[in-house]
């Protein structure tokens, strides 16, 4: 079957590498924004050149994830949004995509189909979701975004957020687990 653009599809985001965010340094709150937002994700690292991807060859192209948070400037968004326009400046800006450290799903002998996740704020829990209730599965979404674009070794690819996101403020401590495993510690300054 043959969708179209206006058919179920998940919706994608460009980020530059000048988005990423790694190894725990901290998340500065941009001056251009007065409501930050947290979107918790499970993150694939593709592992291989990659193009026009069947779905059932998908988890051919990744072997490591982590938990991400994409931050988004929700109140750009909304005006981006109202006016038609594109919205990579509330969702691509400079550390916007932050990342944790990566594990080996065969090592650790994890079901990318059934991985629960979750998002804890000053050691509360505001997010917690499991791949098996995303819209899209992850072998579905790595061989839509093929179609469009070559995956290159080393490209991130976030996955989609559960509910519960919600504003960041300074001082927050934020980590987050796929499992019981913690992979991503920061704090928002």
């Known amino acids: 079957m043959r969708h179209t653009l206006l058919d179920r599809e998940p919706a994608i985001f460009m980020k530059p590498d000048s988005s990423l965010l790694k190894e725990g340094k901290p998340f500065y709150i941009p001056g251009f924004s007065s409501d930050v937002q947290y979107e918790a994700e499970i993150v694939v690292k593709i ?4 193009k026009n991807i069947a779905e059932r060859f998908a988890h051919r192209y990744y072997d490591e994830v982590t938990i991400g948070i994409d931050m988004t400037a929700r109140d750009l968004q909304q005006q981006l949004r109202a006016n038609a326009l594109p919205w990579e400046v509330c969702k691509a800006f400079d550390n916007s995509a932050v990342t944790g450290g990566f594990i ?12 629960s996740f979750h998002l804890d704020i000053n050691g509360i829990t505001v997010q917690e979701g499991n791949t098996n209730s995303q819209i899209f599965k992850i ?3 790595i061989a839509y975004v093929s179609r469009f674009f070559t995956l290159k070794m080393g490209d991130l690819i976030y996955t989609g957020t559960p509910a519960g996101v919600g504003k960041v403020h300074i001082n ?3 980590q987050g687990y796929i499992g019981e495993t913690k992979l991503l ?4 300054k």
């Open 47 to 50: 592992n291989r050149l990659g």
């Open 104 to 115: 080996s799903l065969e090592k650790e002998k994890m079901d990318i189909n059934n991985m």
């Open 139 to 141: 072998d579905e979404i």
């Open 172 to 174: 927050d401590h934020l």
């Open 185 to 188: 510690d920061f704090y928002i």
